[in-house]
């Protein structure tokens, strides 16, 4: 078996004849041949009940986990498409949808960066190093020393400043 296709396996062909491109009318075009093209585009206009909504096929196409997440926001579209129309309802469910999450995402890092600190205690969680500034000759506070005096200081992770109450 091949890799999947739209077309099933079968070659694909426009159905709109060689008449799509403006330049292949003007060259000239046969009685049949505009009879065709007219009757195709008569094709394509959509009857007043086109096109049709299925209910069943969302619910075939779609497990009832998924249906169960994609409630709140399909609520959305369905009050909004009557005032802002079908499109726009659609593009305003879908980005509001990776807003929330791109949201969620951001309060989930930010809880864990807050209350996942990596010190003394734990060897997982988030740690945050700070860059010493730099100072050169003629700025104010040159020379600037290093705050750390003993060797016990450079690998602490907050050690030192633990108070204990005995």
């Known amino acids: 078996m091949g890799k999947s296709s739209f ?17 292949e009318r003007l060259i000239g075009m046969t009685d049949a041949e505009r009879a065709f093209r007219r009757q195709w ?19 075939a196409t779609h497990n009832p986990i998924r249906r169960f997440y994609r409630w709140p926001l399909d609520q959305l579209g369905k009050a909004l498409a009557p005032v802002l129309g079908e499109q726009r309802a659609g593009r305003i469910r879908y980005f509001t949808g ?7 995402g951001v309060y989930a890092l930010t809880y864990y960066v807050k209350y996942n600190t990596n010190d003394w ?6 740690r945050i190093l700070k860059s010493s500034v730099a100072v050169h000759e003629g700025d104010p506070g040159y020379p600037r020393v290093s705050d750390r005096t003993k060797p016990s ?3 602490d ?4 400043n633990v108070k204990l109450n005995l």
Do not use: C, H, W
């Open 7 to 23: 077309t099933g396996g079968v070659k694909p062909m426009s159905i709109t004849g060689r008449f799509t491109n403006e330049r």
């Open 41 to 59: 585009l008569k094709d394509q206009i959509l009857a007043p009940s086109e096109p049709r909504v299925v209910p069943e096929i969302y619910t």
């Open 98 to 104: 990776k807003i929330l999450l791109g949201l969620a």
């Open 121 to 126: 205690t734990r060897k997982n969680g988030m």
């Open 153 to 155: 200081d450079y690998g």
């Open 157 to 160: 992770r907050g050690f030192n």
